[in-house]
C-alpha cells in the first residue's frame, strides 16, 4: 500500500507531465537513474500552472498552511521540475 507522501510525488509528477504536454507518466520514470527531468520541457506559463496547482494540492491533502504548501512545491519544483523553454527571440 502507498503511503500519503509517494501518492503526493505520483501525483505532482503526472500532473507536470499532463500539464506540460507530455505523454509521459510516473511509470515512465519512476526507475530511471538519470537526469529524466532534462529530457522534458515545458513552457514559464506551464510551470506556473503547475506550481500554483501543486501549492493548492498539497495544501488540501498533507492539510498544510499556504507558506508551507508554497515552499514544498518550490522545492518540489527545483529537484524534480522541467526544464523552462527559452523564450525565441524574433
Not at 527531468?37 to 503547475?50: F, G, H, V
Amino acid at each position: 500500500m502507498k503511503d500519503k507522501k509517494q501518492i503526493l510525488v505520483e501525483t505532482l509528477l503526472n500532473k507536470m507531465f499532463e500539464i506540460a504536454g507530455h505523454q509521459v507518466t510516473y511509470d515512465d520514470i519512476k526507475d530511471r537513474k538519470d537526469e529524466w527531468y532534462r529530457e522534458y520541457t515545458m513552457t514559464e506559463e506551464q510551470s506556473k500552472e503547475w506550481c500554483d496547482w501543486g501549492e493548492k494540492y498539497i495544501k488540501k491533502t498533507l492539510k498544510f498552511p499556504k507558506i508551507l504548501a508554497r515552499r514544498e512545491m518550490i522545492m518540489f519544483d527545483l529537484n524534480y521540475g522541467l526544464t523552462i523553454k527559452g523564450v525565441d527571440k524574433a
